[in-house]
């Protein structure tokens, strides 16, 4: 989305962070690890998701997410994968991405959907 579209989203009205939210999440769910069948959201990579709106009306979004290892091979990509599909959602006008690794993640992370798609039911 190029800055004039950024501008007239957040122009339009006040923030419905909801709203806004609810759009990231949509966006993330189309995020993979290329190993697994199971977007990123799903499997419970993600840990934060905030939304600020800063004084000069640029909603911001810092998310916070991990990895299944420290060794995954796309440990150098999906962070700015993740990063780039967040900053297309319309009302975005900027997004960081931190990688943590506490908690540290397991299986037991990932939501009903994942297991079943991975099997582990």
Not at 1 to 30: F, H, Q, Y
Request: glycine residues 6%.
């Amino acid at each position: 989305m190029d800055n004039e579209s950024t501008r007239n989203a957040v122009d339009a009205g006040p923030l419905d962070v909801a709203e806004l939210e609810a759009r990231i999440v949509e966006a993330l769910k189309t995020v993979y690890d290329p190993e697994i069948p199971v977007d990123i959201y799903e499997l419970g990579l993600i840990y934060d998701v905030r939304i600020d709106e800063k004084a000069d009306q640029k909603t911001h979004v810092q998310l916070k997410m991990t990895l299944t290892s420290p060794h995954c091979p796309v440990a150098e990509s999906l962070p700015g994968d993740v990063e780039r599909t967040v900053r297309g959602v319309e009302g975005v006008g900027g997004a960081e991405v931190e990688v943590v690794w506490d908690p540290t993640w397991n299986p037991a992370m990932m939501s009903e959907a994942a297991k079943l798609e991975l099997g582990f039911f």
